[in-house]
């Protein structure tokens, strides 16, 4: 899509979760994707898009399939490394992050690609055809109604999305090549759910529902109006505040590995996942990672109580056990109760301890 056609991040009504979901997938990839539930017309396509528009451009190998990044030979394709190797250049382009859509009904050769099997099978040399998990390497993977794929496949798409590699194996002969991306999925839960299992496996999950109220679905009309009348001017107008999301996610970037996670904050997150009713670790792991993206997102060093309150509203929807007969909805007063219950036991432990090596003395 042309960049002209499409609409600001920052002008985007309202779905500030989902954009929110969005950014610290990119501040941090590992978090392993977005499930977006919702209906239709919520702008989920338009902010992948948009937010996709805003970030830098990146190098990568010009005439790569899956655009290899050339400042890291740890991530190069078979390809690619075996002419740096030979001492070759690697030629060089800029271009901006990639959104690439996965359509119902694909075929695993077409999710994953396909190796030539009669040329690797009489010369020796594999030929690989990229899939459209080459083609999204370093860039967005966005599958509408990701519900209605086969199971199988979208296991495939989350063991990428987890490992950061591609592996093809056909008839004995195996290739692999670097697959990093932002996964996101969208459904609509009326048209039937994804299995608990594969639930889990997305490391963020938001709900998002038309805007109801009048006043914001006017400003809605109103920007919209504005963009499809000029919208080089329309864009222009949100370039600034475009500009800061991008600056705030750049920060982000560089600050977030210098960022510790103390052993109360790893309790508080602990606490959460068992008050809440998350089976196993992911939740916790997903957790840590969000909320360190979001504290690195608003510039800070320290994670806070409102940093373990938003993040826990992105992580947990998802993975809350469910009566057969009721659905459970997360609540924030759910999440501002345990966090205040698991630091008051945090600190009737600090007292306890001062008080025995007080007593030892």
């Given at each position: 899509?042309?960049?002209?056609?499409?609409?600001?991040?920052?002008?985007?009504?309202?779905?500030?979760?989902?954009?929110?979901?969005?950014?610290?997938?990119?501040?941090?990839?590992?978090?392993?994707?977005?499930?977006?539930?919702?209906?239709?017309?919520?702008?989920k396509s338009t902010a992948v898009r948009a937010l996709a528009r805003l970030l830098?451009?990146?190098?990568?190998?010009?005439?790569?399939?899956?655009?290899?990044?050339?400042?890291?030979?740890?991530?190069?394709?078979?390809?690619?490394?075996?002419?740096?190797?030979?001492?070759?250049?690697?030629?060089?382009?800029?271009?901006?992050?990639?959104?690439?859509?996965?359509?119902v009904g694909s075929t695993e050769d077409r999710v994953v690609g396909s190796l030539?099997?009669?040329?690797?099978?009489?010369?020796?040399?594999?030929?690989?055809?990229?899939?459209?998990?080459?083609?999204?390497?370093?860039?967005?993977?966005?599958?509408?109604?990701?519900?209605?794929?086969?199971?199988?496949?979208?296991?495939?798409?989350?063991?990428v999305a987890a490992m950061g590699v591609n592996r093809i194996e056909r008839e004995?002969?195996?290739?692999?090549?670097?697959?990093?991306?932002?996964?996101?999925?969208?459904?609509?839960?009326?048209?039937?759910?994804?299995?608990?299992?594969?639930?889990?496996?997305?490391?963020?999950?938001?709900?998002?529902?038309?805007?109801?109220?009048?006043?914001?679905?006017?400003?809605?009309?109103?920007?919209?109006?504005?963009?499809?009348?000029?919208?080089?001017?329309?864009?222009?107008?949100?370039?600034?505040?475009?500009?800061?999301?991008?600056?705030?996610?750049?920060?982000?970037?560089?600050?977030?590995?210098?960022?510790?996670?103390?052993?109360?904050?790893?309790?508080?997150?602990?606490?959460?996942?068992?008050?809440?009713?998350?089976?196993?670790?992911?939740?916790?792991?997903?957790?840590?990672?969000?909320?360190?993206?979001?504290?690195?997102?608003?510039?800070?060093?320290?994670?806070?109580?409102?940093?373990?309150?938003?993040?826990?509203?992105?992580?947990?929807?998802?993975?809350?056990?469910?009566?057969?007969?009721?659905?459970?909805?997360?609540?924030?007063?759910?999440?501002?109760?345990?966090?205040?219950?698991?630091?008051?036991?945090?600190?009737?432990?600090?007292?306890?301890?001062?008080?025995?090596?007080?007593?030892?003395?």
């Amino acid at each position: 899509m042309p960049q002209a056609n499409l609409y600001p991040f920052s002008a985007i009504v309202g779905q500030e979760k989902m954009k929110l979901g969005l950014i610290l997938n990119v501040i941090d990839p590992t978090i392993d994707g977005v499930l977006v539930r919702g209906e239709r017309g919520t702008a989920k396509s338009t902010a992948v898009r948009a937010l996709a528009r805003l970030l830098p451009e990146m190098e990568a190998v010009a005439d790569c399939p899956i655009s290899c990044d050339p400042a890291k030979d740890s991530s190069l394709c078979p390809e690619c490394r075996e002419r740096s190797a030979k001492g070759g250049k690697l030629p060089v382009t800029r271009r901006k992050m990639r959104v690439v859509d996965l359509p119902v009904g694909s075929t695993e050769d077409r999710v994953v690609g396909s190796l030539d099997m009669e040329k690797a099978l009489k010369t020796g040399s594999l030929d690989f055809i990229p899939g459209v998990l080459g083609k999204a390497n370093r860039g967005f993977l966005y599958v509408d109604e990701v519900n209605l794929l086969e199971d199988h496949i979208v296991d495939v798409l989350l063991d990428v999305a987890a490992m950061g590699v591609n592996r093809i194996e056909r008839e004995g002969v195996s290739y692999a090549h670097p697959s990093r991306f932002v996964l996101v999925g969208t459904m609509n839960p009326e048209e039937g759910d994804l299995r608990p299992q594969l639930l889990d496996r997305f490391g963020l999950c938001v709900d998002v529902v038309g805007i109801k109220d009048p006043a914001l679905r006017v400003e809605v009309m109103r920007r919209r109006r504005a963009f499809e009348r000029d919208r080089e001017k329309f864009r222009e107008e949100w370039l600034s505040e475009d500009i800061k999301i991008a600056e705030a996610i750049s920060s982000a970037e560089k600050l977030i590995d210098h960022i510790s996670v103390d052993d109360e904050t790893l309790a508080v997150i602990a606490s959460l996942s068992v008050d809440l009713g998350a089976d196993g670790h992911r939740a916790d792991m997903a957790m840590v990672k969000a909320v360190t993206a979001l504290a690195a997102f608003r510039g800070r060093m320290e994670i806070t109580d409102e940093d373990l309150r938003d993040a826990a509203e992105l992580v947990y929807p998802h993975r809350m056990k469910k009566s057969p007969l009721e659905e459970r909805i997360l609540s924030r007063e759910e999440i501002v109760t345990s966090i205040q219950r698991s630091r008051e036991a945090e600190a009737e432990k600090r007292k306890a301890s001062k008080a025995a090596k007080k007593k030892a003395l």
